[in-house]
């Protein structure tokens, strides 16, 4: 893999391919990285590559980007681990995998990245973020812990909340309304046209599954 795949590869698996919100983090402009990825391939310059590195949201392995040895992302070894030691270990889950729609976190069918064990959070689900839609009030990256509610009357409006519905798991900023659900990207970026690229969504209450109020989280700059 070259350096300039390995950019890519960043783009890809934290910022679910969003070229934009991607430059945002490592504060380059987009032209600049679009000649590394794209066709072009040029190699990338030193102050792009110390952006890459010093971007703490990132937490990107300079031996990886510049050798392509090791892993992508600097070792959380002290905090995460790949087994659990103890029946109070937070299973952390990937929301991306899973093998059905309408899937709960408490089921085997959820892909699981790690444990950690942190007791205020015992009897949590960790979730990894990805993409920029709560930006920056959560970074691609970190793991937020949540517990599930079961009724309408419990939510906080205006609190973040992962809402899982039959089609889609979503991390959103929640107002509950008479017929259901409304769901807020912290992220109010604005495409060219001046419409928020994350507009609020409302969703009806026969289409809520499970819904987990987030309690908590771990940057990435803490693992």
Known sequence: MTIQERIRKIAEELFEGNISAF?????????????????????????????????????????????????????????????????????????????????????????????????????CYGITVFGDSMYNMYMPGDIIFVR???GKDMIDNGQPY??????????????????????????TVCNPDGRRKYPDMKIEGSQILHLYKVVGKLARTQM
């Open 162 to 187: 992962v809402v899982i519905t039959t089609e889609d798991r979503l991390l959103k900023m929640v107002y509950a309304e008479e017929d259901g659900l409304k769901l807020v990207s912290y992220n």
């Open 23 to 123: 430059c945002r983090a490592i504060n380059v402009k987009q032209p600049t990285i679009n000649t590394i990825i794209g066709d072009r391939q040029s190699k990338p310059s030193y102050d792009v590559l110390c952006n890459v590195l010093n971007a703490k949201a990132l937490n990107i392995s300079s031996d990886w980007l510049m050798l392509g040895k090791g892993e992508m992302l600097l070792s959380g070894s002290h905090f995460i681990k790949t087994e659990p030691t103890s029946n109070n270990d937070i299973k952390i889950l990937d929301i991306r995998v899973c093998a059905g729609h309408g899937i709960g976190f408490d089921g085997n069918e959820n892909k699981v990245v790690g444990y950690v064990n942190i007791p205020e959070f015992v009897g």
């Open 148 to 150: 599930e509610i079961k």
